[in-house]
């Protein structure tokens, strides 16, 4: 479905030094400093899949997703779509592409909702009869009917990213881009989203990618992660997979009715506060009963609790801090 | 085609919501209208003809300037660069369209919209203040609206290629105004450029600018016999197709270094 070879993008920076001296001499003769965005990715994204791209600010997401959805001529490489080279052939494959950004809007702000949605229908030339029933489709998932007559200037960023979303599939597109789509909505819009894309996902089979810094994000959507630092791919693969190798370990949380607490010879005590202790320990070398079995032997517990590697350490680890 | 006419409808709904910016437009024209008709009558002043035109003439031609640059108001290069400044350059891109069309057909809108809402205004105060521009011949009028859409293709052409600039260096608001005042002077829009020394006029007669206003205008006021005109409308058509040829080398080669910012 998609395929991304050794994708590279470079950037000239002109370097620009502080002062009105450096601001001269900018002028004169102005340096440049090439900034490797993304450096040799390849990848290879099946229909149906929900990747989820991850990695600091700056790492190359967003570069990525723009290469991908044909707004960027990559440096070096190329993006195949169904097999056809999206920069060379961008007017016909971005027909099957929608994208949602989470910082700017595709509608139009003097317009009302219902009237972008119109010039999409012209743009993408959809026959009424689909389009009246993809924009039925979308409202019974995100319920737009009560927003279509209002001026975009004058909605909510909840009720915006909503109608960006119907605007990216009004013209059922295989594929869905999204970038940092959740980025400034509160619980219930975001809940919305996660709805939204799941239901697309499952019903039209549509692919979709999206860049994200939200862990719920990650947690709910997305079967596959790709993470990428500094432009490079760090890990490729299944959440739980990556979850497993990256961080291979649970804490045991352990309350006494002391401050005095026990080691044990199988896990690490990562912290000891009052009357609490931290134990984490290999998933594949033990299990907390073992532990808390071992430990009830030494001295009484109170009350014990498991905390299981999330995504967030993966993200830790994997971003390198 | 139906979806750029649809952009053509769609742009003239959004040019109305916002009715109050023709209104500075209408103004300045007819600033410059009034000026010029007194300068022009101040310097006819007891002259018959100057440059083959007489001073009734002149104030047909002021009026006429004032209407065509409706018609050559363009937007083009500042779409270019509020949407690669603010980003959106990138939404436009996912589209199946060609952007350019897209351009032209927002301008178009544009100007459609201000045919009722600049050029009827300004064509009231010019006739009410300055003269009722009559078309000197009737029979001119098929040679007048041909030359007038070729001026039309050659000023956005123009604006398209200054505008692509954009794409790569971002903020070309100093450029966009350096264009501007040039094609005000070069362009014979507020002096002909017949008024201009022999050498000079004969340079600016090689250069696309007068086709832009001075062509169109000396038609409708009947300078110059029908030879001179279509001599002209031959430069005029040469200059049509050489920047044709330079916006279609230059359109997937500029849209190639586009820059998205931020995010």
């Not at chain 1, 700056?58 to 490489?77: F, Q």
Request: hydrophobic share 45%.
């Amino acid at each position: 479905m998609i395929e991304a070879q050794n994708l590279c993008k470079d950037y000239a920076l002109k370097l620009k030094e502080p002062g009105l001296k450096g601001a001269l001499k900018g002028l004169v003769m102005p340096g440049y400093k090439t900034i490797h965005a993304v450096r040799d990715l390849s990848f290879h994204i099946d229909k149906g899949e929900i990747v989820g791209f991850i990695g600091p600010n700056g790492a190359g997401k967003s570069t990525t997703i723009k290469m991908m959805s044909g707004i960027l001529t990559p440096t070096k490489g190329r993006v195949l779509i169904e097999g056809r080279d999206i920069s060379k052939y961008r007017k016909e494959v971005v027909r099957n592409i929608g994208v949602v950004f989470g910082q700017r809007s595709q509608l139009n702000w003097d317009l009302r909702l219902g009237e972008s949605f119109e010039l999409l229908k012209h743009i993408y030339q959809i026959d009424q009869a689909d389009f009246d029933r993809t924009l039925e489709d979308l409202d019974q998932i995100l319920g737009i009917r009560e927003i279509i007559d209002k001026p975009v200037r004058q909605m909510s960023l909840g009720q915006r990213v909503k109608g960006d979303l119907v605007a990216s599939m009004i013209h059922s597109p295989g594929v869905l881009f999204l970038d940092e789509p959740t980025i400034g909505l509160d619980v219930s819009a975001k809940y919305a989203l996660r709805k939204f894309i799941k239901e697309i996902n499952r019903v039209r089979k549509t692919t979709v990618i999206l860049t994200t810094h939200d862990l719920g994000d990650i947690q709910e959507l997305c079967e596959r992660l790709i993470i990428i630092n500094h432009g490079v791919m760090m890990e490729d693969g299944n959440l739980s997979e990556i979850v497993d190798r990256i961080a291979p370990y649970k804490t045991l949380v352990v309350e006494y009715y002391d401050e005095s607490a026990p080691e044990h010879p199988g896990c690490e005590m990562t912290e000891h506060d009052g009357n609490v202790a931290k134990y984490k320990f290999l998933k594949k070398d033990l299990t907390a009963a073992e532990i808390i079995a071992d430990l009830s032997n030494i001295k009484t517990i109170k009350d014990v609790s498991i905390e299981e590697a999330g995504i967030d350490d993966i993200i830790k680890i994997a971003y390198g801090s | 085609m139906k979806k750029y006419l649809y952009v053509v409808k769609t742009q003239i709904i959004k040019s109305m919501t916002y009715e109050f910016n023709v209104y500075g437009n209408i103004v300045m024209q007819t600033i410059i209208m009034i000026t010029s008709a007194c300068f022009w009558k101040a310097l006819y002043k007891g002259q018959g003809m100057v440059g083959d035109v007489d001073a009734d003439s002149m104030l047909t031609y002021v009026v006429l300037s004032s209407l065509l640059s409706v018609l050559l108001i363009t937007n083009v290069e500042r779409r270019i660069e509020t949407s690669v400044v603010k980003g959106t350059v990138a939404t436009d891109m996912m589209k199946p369209v060609n952007i350019f069309g897209i351009y032209f057909a927002e301008d178009i809108g544009n100007i459609l919209a201000l045919v009722f809402q600049n050029m009827l205004p300004i064509l009231i105060i010019g006739s009410l203040m300055v003269k009722v521009p009559l078309m000197a011949d009737l029979r001119d009028l098929p040679l007048f609206i041909l030359s007038a859409a070729e001026s039309f293709l050659i000023n956005w052409l123009m604006a398209a290629l200054f505008g692509m600039i954009a794409f790569s260096a971002v903020n070309i608001d100093a450029l966009i105004q350096v264009k501007k005042h040039l094609l005000r002077l070069l362009s014979g829009s507020i002096i002909p450029i017949w008024f201009f020394p022999p050498g000079v006029s004969k340079v600016l007669g090689l250069l696309p600018f007068v086709y832009i206003y001075q062509l169109p205008l000396s038609i409708y006021i009947g300078r110059g016999d029908r030879a001179q005109q279509l001599s002209q409308m031959r430069i005029q058509f040469l200059w049509l197709v050489i920047l044709t040829g330079l916006f279609l080398y230059a359109q997937n080669r500029a849209t190639r270094k586009v820059m998205v910012q931020g995010g």
